[in-house]
């Protein structure tokens, strides 16, 4: 099976440079081809073969005069962005004929420099020694290695997110280990002012780092909303969101990684009920409609504020992949059952 291996590198300022031309190719790249696309099917056309978009907007783009310095940045992320763009059009096909599970797919979007930007080098466009990690037209990277890396990696993906660090996430096949067999088996039922209570009446109360920070979080957004979109300022307190954020999210991931792998440790079958996470998150009235609207209102955006700071959707995917990698049966009850009126001695 294959599994993801992330970790911090710290690029110098011409590094830094490099790699933002890198992002802004691989962006242009991405989009005109989007573009392209559109433009047929709003006139009836089919969309070109993924070899036929490399062609054009690669290798005839580099000798025009508008995209002639797609060539002072490697060819391999490039391509592997067209890569990625023909698989979303395939994700997005196969979801409308019904032949792709889960949630329905949608159509690939334009891609922004204001959001997180990566890029992707198969083998060939990068090498790994002691302490540095070598990408081509970018240079050796200084990276931490947190932990070792199980296998050679068949690709690295470069990713600089909102609040400006650097990742490498390298793609490696690992192999399924087995912990030894247990008799114990735990029902998981998760709430908001109790994380998770087990059915062997053990409760776990979350961090809930939104919830403990929500005036520096007010002050933060105050003094953004208070700035010009597109000066200095603004980007300053731009980036002090995008920190604090970033933040949140480590201490949330780090408590539910700890959480999910103690949890599949001390159990051979885990049970966990199947909850409509993104739909209890949606407001449920608009409180321009009636004054019992305009009341419930406060109260559901607290209510999906709390429901997002607990991460509910993300435990489920850590158990779901730790069970797949050690050898422990995970289930997922159906959310319309009605367990919790169901007696636990006679059943």
Not at 77 to 93: E, G, M, V, W
Not at 285 to 309: F, G, M, N, Y
Request: glycine residues 4%.
């Amino acid at each position: 099976m294959k599994a993801r291996y992330k970790y911090r590198v710290y690029p110098d300022n011409v590094q830094k440079k490099a790699l933002a031309k890198l992002f802004g190719c691989c962006r242009t790249v991405w989009n005109d081809s989007l573009a392209y696309c559109n433009e047929l099917y709003k006139e009836g056309k089919k969309k070109p073969s993924n070899a036929e978009l490399q062609k054009q907007f690669i290798t005839q783009a580099k000798k025009t005069e508008n995209r002639e310095w797609l060539k002072e940045v490697s060819n391999i992320p490039l391509q592997q962005s067209l890569n990625d763009l023909n698989a979303a059009y395939q994700n997005f096909f196969n979801s409308c004929k019904g032949k792709r599970k889960g949630k329905p797919a949608r159509p690939p979007k334009f891609k922004s420099k204001k959001s997180r930007q990566t890029a992707r080098f198969r083998k060939g466009g990068f090498k790994i020694s002691q302490d540095r990690v070598v990408l081509t037209k970018v240079g050796k990277l200084k990276i931490i290695w947190s932990r070792k890396l199980p296998s050679q990696p068949s690709s690295v993906t470069v990713i600089k997110d909102s609040a400006n660090r650097y990742f490498l996430s390298f793609v490696v096949e690992i192999q399924p280990e087995s912990l030894p067999q247990t008799d114990n088996s735990v029902g998981i039922d998760l709430g908001i002012k109790t994380f998770a209570t087990l059915s062997d009446g053990r409760k776990i109360d979350a961090p809930k780092p939104l919830k403990k920070r929500i005036k520096k979080y007010r002050k933060l957004s105050k003094s953004l909303s208070k700035k010009t979109r597109g000066t200095n300022r603004y980007e300053k307190a731009r980036l002090r969101i995008a920190k604090f954020h970033a933040k949140l999210k480590d201490t949330r991931t780090d408590f539910l990684h700890k959480l999910s792998t103690e949890i599949i440790n001390e159990n051979q079958v885990i049970v966990l009920e199947d909850l409509n996470v993104s739909g209890m998150v949606k407001k449920r009235c608009d409180p321009a409609t009636t004054p019992v609207a305009r009341e419930c209102a406060p109260r559901d955006r607290k209510l999906s504020r709390a429901i997002s700071d607990l991460g509910w959707r993300q435990f489920r995917t850590f158990l779901e992949g730790k069970a797949e990698k050690y050898g422990r049966e995970f289930r997922i009850i159906n959310r319309w059952q009605p367990t919790s009126q169901i007696c636990s001695c006679c059943g």
